[in-house]
């Protein structure tokens, strides 16, 4: 299990993270809302524990930017904010739960565990954005009429974008998720592999669409989520 702490307490991350830690968990913490964001955005964690009152941008702020654009990372919200008003707005947000501080660890390890047991009985395997359907046994994608077995590079890199919709990964990211080596300003392995996936879902019928992996000039890709496909 894969957590992310988003926790500007130092005391209290430290508790959180020996605890999950303990229990088998591996644990990432960011202490302020911002990178906190960018970390969800990433969507490279199975499960998100989210405090309130956060610098830069608090929780409330971070699901209302994150659940619009199909990050469905499962969020649980540790806040000493426990009025109902409150716990009401984290819910209407997007959180799955809420664990008013102070809190005893052994009931937060059992509410992520609760919850990623939950998450798993659905079917994750297939899933559709954008217009574009991939399966993650398989390795099949389809798009409009045409269907095409992906490559493992290429499964990896379309996968990575239709987990975050919308979001601008740069080159450098792509290449340490999909290659796991340092970016190289020479190299073009992103952009061919790109034009490979273009290549295997476009057919006669559909070239005159617009496809839902956009590229930003000089910055990297994306999946478009205003594409007309």
């Known amino acids: 299990m894969r957590i992310l ?3 500007d307490e130092p005391k ?5 993270c020996q605890g999950l830690r303990a229990s088998g968990m591996t644990v990432e913490h960011i202490d302020n809302g911002m990178q906190g964001l960018q970390a969800v955005l990433l969507a490279q964690h199975d499960l998100v524990v989210l405090d309130i009152m956060l610098p830069g941008l608090n929780g409330f702020e971070l699901l209302q930017k994150i659940r619009p654009i199909g990050i469905a990372t499962p969020v649980i919200v540790l806040s000493a904010k426990t009025d109902l008003p409150d716990r009401l707005q984290g819910f209407d947000l997007g959180a799955d739960d809420y664990l008013a501080k102070p809190f005893f660890i052994e009931e937060l390890i059992a509410r992520i565990r609760s919850l990623l047991g939950r998450n798993a009985s659905h079917n994750e395997d297939i899933f559709s954005v954008a217009g574009i359907t991939l399966n993650r046994l398989t390795r099949k994608a389809d798009w409009q009429d045409h269907s095409a077995i992906l490559s493992q590079r290429e499964f990896m890199l379309l996968d990575y974008l239709m987990r975050s919709p919308g979001y ?3 080159r450098k990211q792509i290449l340490q998720h999909v290659w796991n080596f340092n970016f190289d300003p020479q190299t073009n392995v992103v952009d061919v592999c790109v034009q490979r996936i273009r ?13 839902p992996i956009e590229s930003i000039r000089g910055v990297g890709y994306r999946i478009n989520l205003e594409s007309t496909a």
């Open 199 to 211: 290549k295997k879902l476009l057919s006669d019928k559909n070239s005159k669409s617009v496809f």
């Open 5 to 7: 702490l988003i926790e």
């Open 12 to 16: 209290i991350a430290s508790f959180v």
């Open 168 to 170: 601008i990964f740069s």
